[in-house]
């Protein structure tokens, strides 16, 4: 695929839940949402528009996040 969106696979029903999810969890408004997905894919996209590519990124860009900040129970203790 050569970057168009005609012919890319839509995003799954799970990936879009598991982004809304994400999106609470960072206490992200949509609009918030919305604008962290374009900083991470390059293009402005609503969440129910992702291809199951650009999900999947968005997905692992958020997963690295929660797992660098917490310790796996919300309480990311840092030593300061």
């Given at each position: 695929?050569?970057?168009?969106?005609?012919?890319?696979?839509?995003?799954?029903?799970?990936?879009?839940?598991?982004?809304l999810?994400?999106?609470?969890?960072?206490k992200l408004?949509t609009?918030q949402?919305?604008?962290?997905?374009?900083?991470?894919?390059?293009?402005?996209?609503?969440?129910?528009?992702?291809?199951?590519?650009?999900?999947?990124?968005?997905?692992?860009?958020?997963?690295?996040?929660?797992n660098g900040?917490?310790n796996?129970?919300g309480?990311?203790?840092?030593?300061?």
């Amino acid at each position: 695929t050569n970057g168009q969106n005609g012919n890319a696979e839509a995003a799954t029903n799970k990936q879009v839940q598991f982004l809304l999810t994400m999106g609470k969890r960072f206490k992200l408004s949509t609009p918030q949402l919305e604008n962290r997905i374009a900083e991470i894919i390059g293009r402005r996209c609503g969440v129910y528009d992702l291809t199951k590519k650009e999900a999947g990124l968005v997905l692992d860009h958020f997963t690295k996040e929660t797992n660098g900040t917490s310790n796996g129970n919300g309480n990311g203790r840092q030593g300061r």
